[in-house]
Nanobody, 122 residues
């Protein structure tokens, strides 16, 4: 499974942004797709996940502001981010797991994209 993120940019506080993750390779082997982020000097943390049955899970810090979806072909995973805050500034990564979604732990995911930078400022 190969993953490629795009859409990261600089945005003002309170703004919105959509990230995309293009999935290629053996897509059927990835049962759980997720978005993660890593801020400066911080560990990578889970943001949202989407199971193969359509169940989504969100970190408490983004619940109600972020939405994870995918296209009908399951080839593109999206992360819609609203009401962005400075603490949302990070490199955002797309991850894929061969297992059903459990926790938002990065250790559960086997495949990763290269990341896309999101910067939120005034």
């Amino acid at each position: 499974v190969q993953l490629a993120e795009s859409g990261g940019t600089s945005v003002q506080i309170g703004g919105s942004l959509r990230l995309s993750c293009e999935v290629s390779g053996y897509r059927n082997t990835a049962n759980c797709m997720g978005w993660f982020r890593q801020g400066p000097g911080e560990e990578r943390e889970g943001v949202a996940s989407l199971d193969d049955d359509g169940t989504s899970t969100y970190a408490a810090s983004v619940k109600g502001r972020f939405t994870i979806t995918q296209d009908d072909a399951k080839k593109t995973i999206y992360l819609d981010m609203n009401t962005l805050k400075p603490e949302d500034t990070a490199i955002y990564y797309c991850g894929a797991s061969p297992w059903s979604c459990g926790s938002l732990s990065p250790s559960d995911f086997d495949w990763w994209g290269q990341g896309t930078q999101v910067t939120v400022s005034s």
